[in-house]
């Protein structure tokens, strides 16, 4: 029976071990602070930390003795600075900045490089983790890299970046729309079911009579908080100013999202478009709110797509990212000054609605946010058995003709055999240029034809009729899982943009949205010709690709004779 306790004894060595194991699971090397003193290393683990150092192979700093750890601790460069920037103390600081935080021992001179460097960490004299730079991680200015699930960077991760763990609700109920047909009936209500509260969070603000709406919330004793990016392409337009200076005046809560004395912006944009009335329900667009997004009924307009979520759970799970968002040294109070007017860019052409409203109940809702979850969507696509149908108001290449590997989920599904459609904007900003839409859906297209896949890109009709132009960024798998969202298939969207959307997992919802992709699709066609006449595409297509690979030949020829 000896043996027994020394079996135990056994058992909590090996215990103790493992405990005193301690990674590097974080690390800041280049910042946006000024003089970078806000650089820090993040290190993980259980038991003392007596003996553990960090070094950079130049300079190092070791633990005092009789420290321990119990999870994740922050190491900075120096804690003041490090607080200026997350508005906390880090753990420790290897150089002295304030009595407040405990100093690392340090030998030497210890600065991350930003371009190229390492991180050792060592229990004596033992090397337990190495993180290097370019190599284990590729640094950017900004970029907080991050370890997790075995892999560093799964995305790129900002400063001050929110980290929201995907959520997935059931027995949701709502209403789906469509844009044009009934996207501003669906936004005034909204609006209107508030008693005590609107958060909303949108990346342009410029149509007076949806802001009249809000402002006679306001009068009912409503709280408005509203979150505007702050430096939009083209700048903020007189329009959007007019807007902000009536409702600020009404006393509600503007604010823009922007890099500022005190803070870079987290974001590259805030591009989010959603609303929450009294965190009992919250509504989520493809559009901002102008006109071209929520035009009068009868008024042409963005196609788009739109759902009203009427479920607490996930109005809360969307107060809570807006909290964050709204929260950060970047925002500041906007205090434009300017007279309401009816100017929106109203089109005025005529379209009659062909779509009314989908209500659901019992749904499964996902919320998507960018770039916290915005993997979700590719995950979507790869999990289609049958049918993925996608409307994009455009696709484009990532950095230095990377693949997009949203546009990859799907020619892959099209390789296993599921029917893949795609709808882009025809618009003449999506189409006028020599890499945009056009060139884009004849490269799909190009692949299919090579590859014999069933696959499809067509660009949208548009004019009288039809709609204005292609906004939206949704996708339809299997008939009954729904994107909808703010989310562009480029890189900056789902990568450093915020963004906000929802995964509904519903059969009438699939079915409501299948119809509308359908009618777009069909109104479509095939790729016409100059004239506009629709084309049997399949020669021009096979010569694409025949092109396509004679530039692989011909590349492939020039690499062996530079060898």
């Known amino acids: 029976m000896r043996t027994l306790p020394l079996l135990i004894i056994l058992l909590l060595l090996c215990c103790s071990t493992a405990t005193a194991a301690f990674t590097i699971t974080g690390v800041c090397p280049d910042t946006w602070y000024k003089g970078e003193g806000d650089e820090y290393i993040i290190i993980t683990g259980t038991g003392s930390l007596t003996g553990v150092s960090v070094s950079d192979g130049e300079g190092s700093a070791r633990f005092p003795d009789g420290e321990r750890a119990d999870g994740n601790i922050v190491v900075a460069q120096q804690a003041e600075a490090y607080r ?12 002295d900045s304030t009595p407040a935080v405990p100093d690392l021992i340090r030998t030497g001179t210890l600065k991350l490089g930003n371009s190229g460097d390492e991180v050792i960490l060592r229990k004596g004299r033992t090397e337990t983790c190495r993180v290097t730079w370019p190599g284990d991680v590729v640094c950017r200015e900004g970029q907080v890299h991050y370890f ?21 609700f059931t027995g949701v109920s709502g209403t789906a729309f469509a844009a044009p047909d009934a996207s501003r009936e669906m936004l005034l209500h909204t609006i209107r079911l508030a008693e005590d509260e609107l958060l909303i969070n949108v990346y342009e603000f410029a149509d007076p009579g949806i802001a009249a709406d809000v402002a006679a919330a306001r009068d009912d004793g409503v709280t408005v908080t509203l979150l505007l990016e702050g430096g939009p392409v083209g700048g903020i337009s007189a329009e959007e100013t007019e807007v902000a200076a009536y409702l600020r005046n009404t006393g509600a809560a503007v604010y823009t999202m922007e890099t500022t004395d005190a803070a870079h912006a987290r974001y590259r944009y805030d591009h989010a478009k959603y609303l929450i009335a009294d965190r009992e329900a919250v509504l989520v667009v493809s559009e901002n709110f102008k006109a071209s997004g929520f035009p009068e009924r009868g008024d042409t307009g963005n196609r788009g797509w739109g759902v009203l979520i009427t479920d607490p759970r996930v109005a809360d799970y969307f107060a809570d990212v807006f909290t964050a968002d709204v929260g950060g040294e970047d925002i500041v109070p906007f205090t434009p000054v300017g007279t309401l007017s009816d100017s929106d860019d109203k089109s005025g052409v005529p379209y009659q609605p062909d779509f009314g409203t989908q209500s659901f109940s019992g749904a499964t809702v996902t ?49 296993r055999g599921v029917t893949v459609r795609i709808i882009l904007d025809s618009y003449w900003f999506n189409t006028e240029g020599e890499n945009d839409n056009d060139e884009m859906a004849a490269r799909i297209n190009a692949v299919a034809a090579a590859e014999n896949l069933p696959l499809e890109a067509r660009l949208a009709c548009l004019g009288p009729g039809y709609p204005e132009k292609v906004h939206n960024k949704g996708v339809i798998v299997d008939g009954d899982a729904v994107l ?36 777009d699709w ?27 690979v004679g530039l692989f030949c011909i590349g492939y020829i020039i690499r062996r004779w530079r060898r």
């Open 484 to 519: 909808i969202s703010s989310i562009n298939w480029n890189e900056n969207s789902p990568s450093f943009n915020r963004e906000a959307g929802v995964i509904i997992e519903d059969d009438e919802v699939g079915t409501y949205f299948s119809e509308v992709f359908t009618a």
């Open 84 to 95: 200026t920037v997350h508005g906390v103390y880090p753990d420790y600081e290897w150089y």
């Open 148 to 168: 997790e699930d075995g892999v560093w960077d799964p995305r790129p991760l900002m400063i001050g970046q929110s980290r929201f763990a995907p959520v997935t």
């Open 367 to 415: 919320p998507v946010f960018a770039p916290d979850t915005a993997s979700l969507i590719p995950a979507l696509i790869k999990g289609a058995e049958q049918s993925v149908d996608i409307q994009q108001a455009y696709i484009s290449n990532w950095t230095k003709n990377a693949p997009n590997p949203y546009l990859e989920a799907a020619v892959d599904a099209a390789r």
């Open 522 to 548: 069909v109104d479509a066609g095939p790729i016409s010709d100059d004239e506009g006449n629709p084309v049997d595409d399949t020669r021009l297509r096979q010569e694409i690709a025949a092109g396509v």
